[in-house]
Nanobody
Framework: QVQLAEYGGGLVQAGGSLSLSCAASERIFSRVTMAWFRQAPGKEREFVAAISWSGATTTYADSVKGRFSISRDNAKDTVYLQMNSLKPEDTAVYYC??????????????????WGQGTQVTVSS
């Protein structure tokens, strides 16, 4: 089991930017599909973005497409989420997740095997 730890959450004004990172505890990271999900108060957890193990393929939720960018550095066992033009509706706890058995960046939560504890992102209006 890989331990995942998210960093970089905080409070930002609407229109601002934040960068999240997620560090993995083991060196199998380079063969793992990674993703970010989020859960707003009173809502179900939803998909944000995912990236293949090589970094060549990414996919985004429509709500963040063009504003968020997912990337990874396999040498550092870290995945990133750059969030620009933030909106109040982006306020949520953001989780990173690892999928060991899929060869593509899937959007399904059930495909992910390990999860981080989450980091809070709050966007004020």
């Amino acid at each position: 089991q890989v331990q995942l730890a998210e960093y970089g959450g905080g409070l930002v004004q609407a229109g601002g930017s934040l960068s999240l990172s997620c560090a993995a505890s083991e060196r199998i990271f380079s063969r793992v599909t990674m993703a970010w999900f989020r859960q707003a108060p009173g809502k179900e957890r939803e998909f944000v973005a995912a990236i293949s193990w090589s970094g060549a393929t990414t996919t985004y939720a429509d709500s963040v497409k063009g504003r968020f960018s997912i990337s990874r550095d396999n040498a550092k066992d870290t995945v990133y989420l750059q969030m620009n033009s933030l909106k109040p509706e982006d306020t949520a706890v953001y989780y990173c997740a690892a999928a060991y058995y899929t060869g593509y960046p899937t959007r399904g939560q059930a495909d992910y095997d390990d999860w981080g504890q989450g980091t809070q992102v709050t966007v004020s209006s």
